[in-house]
């Protein structure tokens, strides 16, 4: 696994290299700290054992939505690693209804 910190402002900005294996939290103060797995089914095992447990400021969240569908029935996060492919940025937290229903 990788471990990179950068700061809120950079981190709105940055695309991770494999988003759909990638989540991030809280770090000190201003820092968010971005965690790359080995596998996409690795890191959603962290995501469902955390969130068995009581929510925590440092939790992690994952850069693409880590379940669920869009309203054609297509899954997220090959619509989300397609947009990040073509350049958009804005991950995780700087867009609505990112919120993890465990």
Known sequence: ???YTMSFA?????VPEHPERTAKRSGSGFDVT???WTSRPAMLKTLELQGRRAS???DWKACVRPWGTDPEGRE???IEVQQ???GASGL???YPGMERDV
């Open 1 to 3: 696994m990788k471990r």
């Open 10 to 14: 950079a981190a709105c900005e940055h």
């Open 34 to 36: 971005f965690q790359v």
């Open 56 to 58: 925590r400021q440092d």
């Open 76 to 78: 997220w996060v090959k």
């Open 84 to 86: 990040i492919e073509r």
């Open 92 to 94: 995780v937290d700087c």
